[in-house]
């Protein structure tokens, strides 16, 4: 008997794969910006995290200390006022408040305080937090009726406070700053200011940062669409300057490759056409006696061997040493289009809407463009070419009425030496290249080719080279 297996230890790879969809889609898109972002949320924690603290503890402590001090001043006035009554002793306590408390006080005898605004000793909910804690410590103090207004002398920044005596009403006018302290809004500033200076230092170090990626990658994507591209200098931190360092060295390993390669096929290709040559010389060199119809034959067999060479030797020498230069793609189509015209074709061509220079290498374009147009023009009545410029990218459409290639093997025909017979008539048909090289050009330039269904119910080769 099989023992049960635990799955709910640790989240499966199915549900990752679900969960990171999500977080793509809702993280930032560039680098700078996570980067930014996982400064900054750090910094909003630390923020909350200090005022909380600063509020519970030094605001809770420092408040109620200066509430306890106005309220113990406010209470030696009243039992002054109550020990010693008389005018002139109240003018001393007057001018006294004023000199060394900065208070305003007025004594009403005989006076009382409105039952509806006589305080009790639970905080008034009108009241602000600063408000209670005064509230709680006058109560402690005073003992007595009491009653805080925080409006009356708003525009004085003064607070009215007036204590019920026994016999009368003592009136307080005492300034705001006994209350509040400057440390809050000297501590609220400090945060917001120095978060700004630490995140716009973050930020300049780290457009420095992420420029050097930035150059890295536009100058792989210029090498990926074919183009010339100097040595990377070793610029930024540690891991960029070892990308760096690594893709010099890979471009330094393709280019000496390519023209390997390329200086490989020259030998191969002039080593092969010479005796080639010399067989297309002996036959036409033929003495009589010999059946016309094997001549002949030889000679459809020789120009079908230098076919099929000119076939594997375009398609092994790919892209060469050729240099991306300012191409007129509108006009290579339209003398690609002429020529299989004079032969007979029946070929339409749209491209006003790309008449514009395009940085290719305009052999290697044109012999791609070559092979499709060629390829339509074999297997179809009408063609159709179209080039438009879509977005930062040359789009061509070379569409057809022939008898199109199955879905399922769409990509089978971009294999080398791979033809379709039930598509294709092999009598007219090439090697099995044609879109093999077609393909191996344009992905050397950084762009595609995808085959479809045409508008005209055949097939369509979509074209797409980025600017």
Known sequence: MTEPTNTATKPSQDTWSRVRPDFERWAPRTLMAR????????????????????????????????????????????????????????????????????????????????????????????????????????????????????????????????????????????????????????????????????????????????????????????????????????????????????????????????TQRTEMLAGVSHDLRTPLTRMKLQLAMAKQGVEPEDVDALKDDAAEMERMLDAYLSFARGEGNEDSVPTDAAEMIESIAARYRRDGANISVSVEAARQSILVRPVAFERCLNNLIGNAARYAQTVAVSATIQGQALEVLVDDDGPGIPPDQREDVFRPFTRLESSRNPKTGGVGLGLTIARDIIRGMGGDITLCESPQHGLRAAVRIPL
């Open 35 to 258: 980067a930014s972002l996982i400064i900054v949320v750090p910094l909003i924690f630390v923020q909350i995290i200090s005022t909380y603290i600063f509020y519970e503890n030094h605001w809770d402590t420092i408040s109620r200390r200066m509430a306890a001090s106005l309220s113990g001043d406010i209470a030696t006035l009243s039992r002054f006022i109550s020990d010693y009554p008389g005018e002139q002793n109240l003018e001393w306590l007057r001018e006294n408040a004023r000199s060394t408390l900065d208070f305003e006080i007025r004594y009403e005898p005989d006076a009382r305080l409105f039952a509806g605004l006589v305080s009790t000793p639970e905080p008034d909910g009108a009241l602000l937090a600063t408000g209670e804690i005064l509230n709680d410590a006058l109560w402690e103090s005073l003992k007595r009726p009491f009653r805080i207004d925080f409006a009356a002398y708003r525009a004085e920044k003064m607070i009215a406070i007036d204590v019920q005596l026994d016999s009368g009403v003592l009136h307080v006018k005492a300034p705001r700053r006994r209350l509040f302290s400057s440390t809050t809004y000297v501590f609220v500033i400090w945060m917001v200011g120095s978060s700004i200076l630490l995140f716009f230092v973050a930020t300049v170090f780290l457009r420095n940062q992420v420029q050097s990626v930035r150059n890295l990658a536009r100058a792989v994507d210029e090498f990926g669409k074919g183009r010339d591209v100097a040595d990377f200098p070793n610029e930024g931190a540690f891991e960029v300057r070892q990308a760096a360092r690594a893709f010099n060295i890979m471009r330094s390993r393709i280019k000496r490759q390519i």
